[in-house]
């Protein structure tokens, strides 16, 4: 099966830009997930998605952020206006939440430096 | 909030070495625990899931153990190799499916 796509690989952008990321998760998983992974750190969640709706998005910065998920397929978070400390790798992920023993399915990720 | 911990941050062994990862979690009322690998400028891979109600799960010379009620994980290689190198995640799933991840443990194994 096609894995978690997303792009770009790689942006850089100056602090008070904006920028924006595009996820196309694994055909038929309903849930999908936005981490951040800061150098060092294990990645972090944003925002999950049970088809178009949102499950959680406690830990988004929502002054600055925000994700949609059109049609309960494609995935976009964008970055409004950029901070340095927004410099991480942003992960998307996929499961198939009716099978219990489904793991999650990363892409692997767009690498944002903000200078 | 669950927090998880892994212990050693880094760890250099000789080819051949059988070893131990370990990961530490402070809330036990998990679904399952995930251990994932991470190459450098790549995605996260999954390597062993396990369910809360199985004690260990293994893949070649991958065995996960899952000792939930003191919210203790270890990952154990054996015979390890040079493409082993790379950084393990642990991973613990509560009842949304959301993930909190360790900070990894960054293994090199030297030929």
């Known amino acids: 099966e096609a894995g978690v796509a997303q792009s770009p690989r790689y942006k850089i952008i100056e602090k008070r830009q904006s920028v924006a990321f595009w996820c196309n998760p694994i055909?038929?998983?309903?849930?999908l997930y936005w981490y951040q992974q800061i150098l060092g750190q294990g990645p972090k969640l944003l925002i999950q998605?049970?088809?178009?709706?949102?499950?959680?998005d406690s830990q988004l910065p929502k002054d600055r952020f925000s994700a949609e998920r059109l049609k309960g397929v494609d995935s976009t978070l964008k970055i409004q206006p950029a901070k340095l400390e927004d410099s991480a790798v942003y992960l998307c992920?996929?499961?198939?939440?009716?099978?219990?023993?489904?793991?999650?399915?990363f892409g692997n990720g767009t690498r944002l430096t903000v200078t | 909030k669950q927090e998880v911990t892994q212990i050693p941050a880094a760890l250099s062994v000789p080819e051949g070495e059988n070893l131990v990862l370990n990961c530490s979690f402070t809330?036990?009322?998990?679904?399952?625990l995930q251990w994932f690998r991470q190459d450098p400028g790549k995605g996260l891979t999954s390597l062993l899931l396990?369910?809360?109600?199985?004690r260990e799960q293994t893949s070649g010379r991958l065995n996960a153990s899952l000792d939930k009620s003191s919210g203790r994980s270890t990952l154990y290689i054996a015979a390890s190799q040079p493409g082993d190198s790379a950084t393990y995640l642990c991973?613990?799933?509560?009842?949304?499916?959301?993930?909190?991840f360790g900070s990894g443990t960054q293994l090199t194994v030297l030929p």
């Open positions: 992920a996929s499961s198939n939440r009716d099978r219990v023993d489904s793991p999650l399915h």
């Open positions: 991973a613990v799933s509560g009842s949304a499916r959301q993930l909190t």
């Open positions: 396990i369910q809360s109600s199985q």
């Open positions: 998605f049970q088809n178009n709706g949102v499950v959680d």
């Open positions: 055909s038929g998983h309903a849930t």
């Open positions: 809330d036990s009322a998990i679904y399952n």
